[in-house]
C-alpha cells in the first residue's frame, strides 16, 4: 500500500495482506503495533487478523512482554487510550507469550501466528 501526497511523493504505508477487514472498515496493523510497542513494558508485538463469522475480522494482538513485566489486556487498552489511539486500533483479543517466532530472516512469522488464533478458536468452540 502507499499514498501520494501533492507534491508527487510515493510514501509505502504497509502491505495489503496485513489490514484487517472488520465489518467492511480496514484496519492497518503496522500503526497499531506501533502504538503497542511503545508501551515500556512490551518487546515485540505482532496484530493480525482474526477470523470472526459476524464481522470477518477482528483485531488480535499477540504481545512479548519485556522479561519481569506482568502485562494485561486491561492495561495495554489503557496504554492504547493514553496514546489517543482510535477505538478501531484496540485489539479485541491479546495473546501474551514468551518468545515470537521468527523466520529464517528473523522477522516476527505472522504465519504461524495466524495458525495459532485458529487452533485456540476452534478449541474454544468445542
Keep these: ?25 480496514s484496519i492497518s496493523a503496522a500503526p497499531i503495533e506501533g502504538l503497542i510497542v511503545a508501551h515500556p513494558d512490551v518487546m515485540a508485538v505482532a496484530v493480525i487478523a482474526m477470523p470472526d463469522p459476524l464481522m470477518g475480522e477482528r483485531v488480535c494482538a499477540y504481545i512479548q512482554p519485556k522479561a519481569g513485566a506482568q502485562l494485561t489486556f486491561e492495561g495495554i487498552i489503557s496504554f492504547l487510550k493514553e496514546q489517543k489511539a482510535s477505538v478501531l486500533q484496540f485489539p479485541e483479543r491479546m495473546e501474551f507469550i514468551q518468545d515470537m517466532p521468527l523466520t529464517a530472516a528473523e522477522k516476527i512469522d505472522k504465519k504461524v501466528l495466524r495458525v495459532d488464533i485458529q487452533k485456540k478458536l476452534a478449541a474454544e468452540k468445542e
Design 1 to 25: 500500500m502507499a499514498r501520494i501526497d501533492e507534491f508527487g511523493r510515493i510514501t509505502l504505508t504497509g502491505r495489503i495482506k496485513e489490514m484487517i477487514n472488520r465489518g467492511g472498515e
